[in-house]
C-alpha cells in the first residue's frame, strides 16, 4: 500500500495511459497483474497504485521506487517487456513523469 511521505524521499513514476474506453479494464488488469506477478518482487519496488479515469479513457498508474536506477533495472528486466508489449498494444498514449513528492497532507 502506498504511503505518501516527502521525508522517504522515494522516486514516484506517475504514469497516464490514454486508452479506448472499451480496453480500459484490460489495461487496468495488465497494471494489476505485472505488479502481483512481477513488479512487487523486484529490488526497489515500493508501492503501485492503479487508477482507472471516470469515462475509461484513462489509466493511471503511481508506483514508488527506492530510486531510479531500481525502476530501470525493472525496466530492463526480461520479465517485464511482455507487459511493456501489452501496453503499447492497448495504448494510444502514454505520459511515464519521473516526481519526487514535496508535501503530502490529509485531512486534519
Not at 15 to 29: A, I, L
Not at 51 to 58: A, T
Not at 60 to 68: D, L, M, P, V
Request: aromatic fraction near 8%; glycine fraction near 4%; include cysteine.
Amino acid at each position: 500500500m502506498a504511503t505518501i511521505d516527502p521525508s522517504k524521499k522515494l522516486l514516484t513514476l506517475i504514469n497516464v495511459v490514454e486508452v479506448d474506453p472499451s480496453k480500459c479494464d484490460e489495461v487496468v488488469k495488465m497494471f494489476v497483474d505485472a505488479t502481483t506477478a512481477v513488479m512487487s518482487g523486484l529490488d526497489g519496488f515500493v508501492s503501485s497504485s492503479i487508477h482507472r479515469s471516470l469515462d475509461g479513457k484513462q489509466v493511471i498508474n503511481y508506483a514508488q521506487w527506492e530510486s531510479e536506477a531500481a525502476l530501470e533495472a525493472a525496466r530492463n528486466n526480461p520479465d517485464t517487456h511482455i507487459y511493456y508489449q501489452q501496453m503499447d498494444a492497448y495504448a494510444k498514449s502514454y505520459n511515464p513523469m519521473l516526481t519526487t513528492v514535496i508535501d503530502s497532507q490529509g485531512h486534519k
